[in-house]
């Protein structure tokens, strides 16, 4: 019986260490998402025109989507911004909102992990729709289970992105 025991406590111990890595998600360096940390980082304000809609895999990903939607945006001083959007899933309805050579206004907010030249986007303002996709705290409008428009949404708020009209 002991044995049986001492067995079944390795194989729940041994499940656990395997269950670790498997449940932390993918990020820079961080175990969660900027909306579950206590203090919060600053948005900032800019303005800029698309160069580059790049849909595909996100290394920098803190949530369980693999394929992101990140605008490569020319800001004034010349330079260029990888601003990440979120989920494909959550955000086909907004893609038709954008396209390239579009000026947009900005509101995004980036860590101290993050690559120079990286944000995440909480809303972004074209000259048809205003696209929010965080709330105040930054969390995920597709986090909540609900859509932008309020309705429920299919799985983990995914589908019912939808752009504001101006």
């Not at 969660?32 to 849909?55: C, D, K, N, Q």
């Amino acid at each position: 019986m002991r044995m049986i025991t001492a067995f079944l406590v390795t194989a729940v111990l041994m499940l656990g260490l395997l269950a670790t890595p498997a449940e932390a998600q993918k990020g820079m360096g961080e175990r969660s998402g900027v909306a579950r940390e206590a203090l919060t980082p600053p948005t900032l304000s800019m303005v800029g025109t698309v160069t580059e809609i790049r849909i595909g895999p996100c290394e920098h990903t803190t949530g369980p989507s693999q394929e992101g939607v990140h605008l490569i945006v020319k800001v004034p001083d010349g330079s260029a911004i990888n601003l990440h959007l979120g989920p494909k899933s959550a955000l086909s309805d907004d893609l038709k909102h954008l396209s390239v050579g579009q000026a947009v206004d900005i509101e995004a907010f980036r860590t101290d992990l993050m690559p120079q030249d990286a944000y995440v986007a909480t809303s972004i303002q074209t000259g048809i729709a205003t696209i929010d996709l965080r709330d105040a705290n930054l969390r995920p409008s597709w986090a909540s289970g609900k859509g932008r428009d309020g309705r429920p949404s299919g799985p983990r708020g995914a589908g019912r992105s939808q752009g504001r009209g101006p």
